[in-house]
């Protein structure tokens, strides 16, 4: 048997993989692979990769093109939208810069906007998203609104999807998100042998892999490492840290800093995030024994987002996570002008008070101006504890 790279060793190579991202997606556009820009969880990974395309995803984290997007779009306005706009904007972000074709959904009135804007660069599809995934009417309308996302990719790229693509491509993306969901589930481990930002730099591996094969085993071998470490008794690990869970908005580089202001300055220990492109969007897999496209569809309706009018399995992750990774408090993160995540604070707070967890949310930007106050308000709340 082959021997196992050390932890520390197999996370420098997934940090040097993830710096060589765009690099790969140029040579895969040079081979004549289908581009697909994506903004949201919500868009079927499935119905690209069956047509041999890969997804890139738009959502951008970076202060530097808020001022050319604000050229078009107002100030008030949450700096996800304008960052991922900006980039475009600009044409200074390599993953739109390569894309052929954006798919967007009416998630936030921001959003949905902005791409009417974006298409003048691209052309966009919008998928229209119910408001609710309760009902047979919401799920009817998702499942008609799949379908349509696959007449548009199939009379763009002249391929047709077959339903033998669709089940290969829904096997390979069940094995990633399992693969990602037992590598979290290593932070279950008391203390977790993972920063939070180690935690994320995984994930984020993985989002820019095109779900290769090569990738997937880097991870299955980093998660085999801190387990065998842990056993060895060979763990980085501190003891006696509260354990935290983030929740909120999708998190990227500029908002690291909450994760530092928990771990570095706090002496806490992030082992869970429920955010988009970790938890939330990793936890349920395509049921593989049903028609594929209606098994898509179900599958992507139900992600928890707070742009879903109610959104009780936001709560019920909520309560499954805190128990799962014995977690001692939530820090929840919201963009600055994000309504939804915002008045879905009151019933968050109120739901983990139910549990008896402490909760506390933070609202922020891009900007890198307000280290020292969450530092301060982070420290207080662990203090608390
Ligand atoms: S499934 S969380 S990726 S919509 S932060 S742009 S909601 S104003 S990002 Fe999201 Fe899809 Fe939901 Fe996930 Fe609007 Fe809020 Fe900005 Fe947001």
Do not use: Y
């Given at each position: 048997m082959a021997t196992l790279r050390s932890s520390r060793a197999l996370l420098d190579h997934i940090a040097d993989e993830s710096l060589a991202a765009p690099v790969r997606v140029k040579e895969a556009k040079e081979r004549g692979a289908p581009v697909v820009?994506?903004?949201?969880v919500f868009t079927p990974w499935e119905l690209v990769r069956a047509i041999g395309g890969i997804s890139v995803s738009l959502c951008s984290t970076s202060e530097k093109p808020i001022a050319a997007a604000e050229a078009h779009l107002p100030r008030n306005l949450c700096p996800l939208i304008k960052a991922s706009y900006g980039f475009a904007l600009t044409d200074t972000c390599p993953y739109f810069?390569?894309?052929?074709i954006v798919i967007g959904e009416t998630t936030c009135d921001g959003k949905k906007k902005m791409y009417e804007y974006l298409n003048r660069l691209r052309p966009v599809h919008v998928?229209?998203?119910p408001q609710t995934t309760e009902g047979e009417s919401a799920r009817a309308l998702w499942r008609a609104e799949t379908e349509r996302l696959k007449e548009v990719i199939e009379s763009f790229y002249g391929r047709a999807i077959t339903d033998d693509a669709l089940r290969e491509a829904i096997r390979l993306k069940n094995r990633e998100r399992r693969v990602l969901n037992r590598f979290f589930a290593v932070a279950r481990l008391d203390p977790s042998p993972l920063t939070g930002l180690e935690i994320l730099a995984v994930s984020d591996y993985l989002k820019c892999s095109m779900a290769s094969e090569e990738a997937l085993g880097v991870v299955e071998e980093l998660t085999e490492a801190l387990e065998e470490e842990r056993r060895r008794g060979k763990g980085r690990e501190a003891?006696?840290?509260?354990?935290?869970l983030i929740t909120g908005c999708?998190?990227?580089?500029?908002l690291h800093k909450v994760i530092r202001a928990v771990e570095e300055q706090g002496g806490g220990a992030v082992v869970a995030f429920e955010n988009c492109g970790n938890l939330k969007s990793s936890t349920d897999l395509v049921d593989e024994s049903r028609p594929p496209m209606e098994a898509i569809a179900d599958r992507y309706l139900h992600i928890p987002c707070s742009c879903m009018s109610p959104n009780p399995r936001r709560l019920e992750f909520l309560s499954r996570f805190r128990e799962e990774y014995a977690v001692d408090g939530v820090v929840d993160v919201i963009l600055q002008a994000c309504h939804t995540y915002a008045v879905e604070s009151f019933s968050v707070r109120?739901?983990?008070?139910?549990l008896g967890i402490p909760y506390i949310a933070v609202e922020t930007d891009y900007s890198q101006g307000d280290e020292g106050q969450l530092s301060t308000r982070l420290n207080a709340f662990l203090e608390m504890i």
């Open positions: 820009g994506t903004f949201c810069h390569f894309c052929d998928m229209q998203l003891e006696g840290r509260k354990r935290i999708p998190l990227g580089k500029s109120e739901h983990l008070k139910g």
